[in-house]
């Protein structure tokens, strides 16, 4: 099958299996313009059935553009970039709601800016994030947007949001060392930054 047919069929099986969709489930995909997702294909895809309509944002290693593609092939060893991607949003993720449960706080105010894994269920091995799509909720609808030309850089409001961003994360990953709870030998793997 061709990839996109690979993707439809994955989420059409997200739909029934994680969404709990069921009857003739139509799926549709938008691929993202080249300059957007530096590293991957990626697509805006909507899954609907008689009763109702979901849209999901799914991620693969790249084969469309060759740019993306060269540079994944210099990256991709190295720095096991799918698989690092699909472990933070299938684990890390989970790990920080931890956390921030620990501190009476409020997990959903806190996260919100974090895209939900619609992972379909299963062992969460070392090389799953090149196994199957990376399919998750599209922020779309909560007003996040995807930045028209990441090539020409981004503009100052835009810059200070990815900056913000970055802090959040920093600070929750430091929480997560700080209270040993990161038992993952993967996880532990994919966070190993010395060669950075």
Same mark, same amino acid.
């Given at each position: 099958?061709? $990839? ?10 997200v ?28 697509? !805006? ?18 084969? %469309?553009?060759?740019? @993306? *593609? ?5 990256? #991709? $060893?190295?720095?096991?970039? !799918? ?21 009476e ?5 806190i996260? %919100? ?5 619609l992972?379909?269920?299963? @062992? ?15 922020? %779309? ?12 850089? *981004? $503009?100052?409001?835009?810059?200070? #949001?990815? *900056? $913000? ?5 920093? #600070?929750?990953?430091?929480?997560l ?6 038992e ?13």
């Amino acid at each position: 099958t061709s $990839d996109v047919q690979r993707i439809q069929d994955h989420c059409k099986k997200v739909s029934r299996e994680v969404l709990g969709m069921s009857g003739d489930i139509e799926c549709s995909l938008e691929p993202l313009a080249d300059g957007l997702n530096f590293l991957s294909d990626a697509f !805006f895809v909507k899954v609907n059935n008689e009763l109702e309509e979901k849209n999901l944002f799914v991620k693969v290693p790249p084969k %469309s553009n060759e740019l @993306k *593609l060269k540079l994944f092939k210099i990256f #991709a $060893d190295d720095f096991n970039l !799918f698989q690092r991607e699909f472990y933070f949003y299938n684990s890390v993720q989970n790990l920080f709601k931890i956390v921030i449960e620990d501190q009476e706080e409020d997990v959903e105010d806190i996260l %919100s800016f974090i895209a939900k894994p619609l992972t379909l269920p299963g @062992k969460l091995s070392f090389n799953r994030g090149l196994e199957e799509p990376l399919t998750m909720e599209d922020l %779309s609808s909560s007003g996040y947007r995807m930045w028209k030309d990441e090539f020409n850089g *981004l $503009d100052l409001a835009h810059t200070g #949001a990815c *900056l $913000d961003t970055y802090g959040k994360l920093h #600070a929750l990953g430091l929480v997560l060392f700080e209270k040993k709870i990161v038992e993952d030998e993967n996880l532990v793997k994919l966070m190993n930054f010395d060669k950075m």
